[in-house]
């Protein structure tokens, strides 16, 4: 089989440009001119030292090389465990404290210089860069991806509820340890219990990119600094992730297809992984699903890749479902299951318990550092999970039960089945999909299910086909029994799917054929990707790409402000600025901000007072010393240091329907206590409303 026609990579770039010039201007005042200036601005500032920290992980990868010889394409193995070892350093280092000051700051750049140092002497030998015609089609995805990166956290992508994940534990975690000096558990926030490796790189950037940390500062310091351009970078890192994820996999197809047909195969696998919407969406957020597709395609393929004896399969395996577990824990599932199913098929069963013990101390040396951070801060080593036999650490019985029945499906296995393939009418948001019919898959799932079935059909790919067959069967029984069904949890798919659909369509006889329904599919998920872009906030996608993040720090207020302007004009800005931006100048600076009912306290400096709505917040603590005296609930406020409070009353209803808050924490309670407070200023729209604590209840 003949390769495709390759395009020379100066294409390539040329696509990529056009793209993110045309893309960028979308539902924008900005011409394609500006929006291309603009993101290859951020580009320089933020995108430089985010692919920094990726190459370097790259690099680090130099580490595995004896551990995977014999593999005949041992490069992107070696590269998913250094990236894996790079996220594990930067998360062992921040829970010791080794991440702060000067000391720390000198700790971060000698790993990325290291890192980077190692990629340069592996490459020694000159890297070859081609691009197929196939695989332009991807320069296209990138361009989505890079511009979908740029705007700024909160704005886009409605599935995601705006990015509330990020906005919520992503980014604001990795604000709060990069302030503390130490990635930590925090009792307000039970997602910082969890393994938070990505997490853990965004605050390695941040010491990278020299983010001020003080605390007292009058100026918002942290990852929102100046116009908050760090939290750009963080998206761009997990964009760069996503970007890493399809190229390991696009290379993880080279031994299963004739040399000639490798050029396609790995270009449909590129497109197909970079190309379906979900990735754009998860990826251009400050979200971990991006490395979590990378390892678990890797670890997976791994299992039963040739070259390896028995004993260093299973190691390298147990590495890779390490890695996935520390980015995400379900990784376990979606992970270690189907490569465990692998390497029961591809070693001799007298090996099996060699491969095993090696594969789990292997595994248990990456979660190590998670473990005894979790099990010092809470005493349960995988809170908030088997609190039945650890123990519920600082939760309550009623908070584990809250958690438990918000992250799990109740409905009937009829129902579970169903979600399959129809929308869940049941769903608080509305009727949506949750399946494999999301309108964020595109053909994915289609393509993937022809892609096995066809593998194993063949005699030259059945075994290869059936063990891909295997794991979309597994993980999607697991999606089904163990998680709360949501869409976006079925990413490990999309590396497994994309892997099967190159090598099955390399496989045609006729490499015309190929290339052309290789081209087709690629081109259905990129259009699938540019539409869902085009279609957010009423195809307005990027309203906020020129102004970013500086809206919502408050920075853009405080240099009105700063020129003195006429009291109109304050009046004006005054009721044109954001709850975050108002609270920088007008809360009480005598007290902290408290946000009540809200949990997305990203934008606000200094670190508000919050908690999930599974924690014990502030407002509830005093609600339960004194269920019926809301004056005294203003005390309490007061003496944990509260002085202002930002009221979310369409977050407090809709979670106390919903059943997932304290059911103290009632709209009725809380506006019996709003009348004991001042009002400063409300969002009637928004159902926000800021108050000032009278200073009588110090």
């Known amino acids: ?26 539902g924008s005042d900005a011409s394609p001119p500006m929006a291309l200036a603009r993101v290859l601005a951020l580009f320089l500032q933020a995108g430089l030292p985010a692919g920094a920290y990726l190459l370097a992980g790259i690099g680090w990868g130099v580490c595995f090389t004896r551990l995977t010889r014999g593999v005949d394409d041992p490069a992107p193995v070696n590269a998913a465990l250094g990236v894996g070892m790079l996220l ?18 000198g700790l971060a750049f000698a790993l990325v210089i290291i890192g980077l140092g190692l990629l340069a002497w592996s490459a020694r030998r000159g890297l070859a860069l081609r691009v197929s015609a ?25 599935s995601e509820f705006r990015g509330y994940d990020a906005l919520s534990y992503h980014l604001p975690l990795a604000q709060e340890w990069l302030i503390a000096g130490r990635i930590q558990g925090l009792e307000h926030n039970v997602y910082s219990t969890l393994p938070s490796a990505v997490e853990s790189a965004f605050v390695h950037l941040g010491v990278l990119t020299f983010a001020p940390t003080d605390p007292g500062s009058t100026l918002p310091g942290g990852l929102i600094a100046g116009d908050g351009w760090r939290l750009i970078a ?3 890192l997990h964009a760069w992730l996503g970007v890493f994820a399809a190229w390991v996999c696009s290379r993880m197809v080279r031994g299963f297809v004739p040399e000639s047909g490798r050029g396609l195969a790995a270009s449909i696998t590129f497109g197909l992984v970079l190309g379906t919407p979900w990735m754009i969406v998860t990826g251009s957020l400050a979200y971990n699903e991006a490395p979590l597709v990378a390892f678990c395609a890797v670890g997976v393929v791994a299992s039963f890749l040739p070259g390896l004896s028995s004993g260093r399969r299973g190691a390298v395996v147990g590495l890779l479902v390490g890695c996935a577990c520390i980015v995400k824990p379900t990784a376990i599932l979606f992970a270690g299951v189907p490569a465990a199913m692998g390497l029961a098929i591809t070693i001799p069963a007298r090996h099996w318990c060699r491969a095993a013990m090696l594969g789990s101390i292997a595994g248990l040396m990456v979660l190590a550092p998670w473990l005894a951070r979790n099990a010092v801060f809470n005493a349960n080593p995988v809170f908030p999970a088997l609190t039945g036999v650890f123990g519920t650490g600082h939760w309550s019985p009623e908070q584990v039960a809250r958690y438990q029945a918000k992250h799990a499906f109740d409905g009937s296995l ?52 059936l063990i891909l067959l295997g794991t979309l069967i597994l993980q999607v029984v697991l999606w089904l029994t163990f998680t709360h069904l949501q869409a976006r949890f079925m990413m490990p798919a999309l590396g497994i799917g994309a892997i099967a659909g190159g090598v099955a369509i390399a496989h045609l006889r006729s490499p015309p054929r190929a290339w052309t329904l290789g081209m087709l599919c690629v081109g259905a998920q990129v259009l699938a990707s540019v539409l869902t872009f085009a279609r957010q906030y009423d195809a ?31 009046d004006r800005l005054f009721e044109a600025a954001s709850p975050e931006a108002l609270t920088h100048v007008a809360a009480d600076r005598q007290g902290r901000l408290a946000l009540i009912g ?20 502030v407002l509830v603590e005093a609600m339960h010393a004194a269920p019926d005296a809301p004056e005294a609930w203003n005390a309490h406020l007061r003496s944990r240091g509260v002085g202002t409070a930002l009221v979310d009353m369409g977050e407090i209803g809709r979670l106390s329907r919903w059943g997932t808050s304290d059911p103290l924490l009632t709209p009725e309670r809380v506006r019996a206590w709003l009348e004991t407070t001042r009002p400063i200023r409300a969002w009637e729209d928004a159902g926000l409303v800021l108050v000032r604590i009278p200073r009588q209840y110090e």
């Open 598 to 617: 809200g949990a997305t306290p990203l934008y606000f400096w200094p670190v508000p007072v919050y908690s999930t709505t599974y924690d014990r917040g």
């Open 134 to 158: 196939t695989g332009v089609l991807g320069a296209i995805a990138l361009g989505v991806l890079l511009v979908a990166a740029s705007n700024p956290p909160g704005w886009l992508w409605e």
């Open 540 to 570: 307005h996608p990027n309203t906020l790409l020129i102004v970013g993040p500086a809206l919502r720090t408050g920075q853009l207020l405080r240099e009105a402000l700063r020129e003195r302007p006429d009291p109109t004009t304050v």
């Open 234 to 236: 963080c998206q761009w």
């Open 414 to 465: 009829l129902d579970r089945l169903s979600l399959l393939v129809r929308p869940d009418p049941h769903d608080p948001a509305g009727p949506r999909h949750r399946g494999l019919l999301h309108p964020q898959w595109g053909l994915f799932f289609g393509l993937a299910w022809a892609s096995v079935a066809g593998l194993a059909l063949f005699r030259g790919t059945r075994r290869l086909g």
């Open 88 to 105: 594990w350093l930067s998360h062992a280092l921040g829970a010791g404290g080794l991440l702060a000051g000067n000391l720390g700051r």
């Open 1 to 26: 089989m003949n390769a495709p026609t390759r395009i020379p990579l100066l294409a390539a770039g040329l696509v990529l440009i056009a793209s993110i010039a045309a893309l960028g201007s979308i």
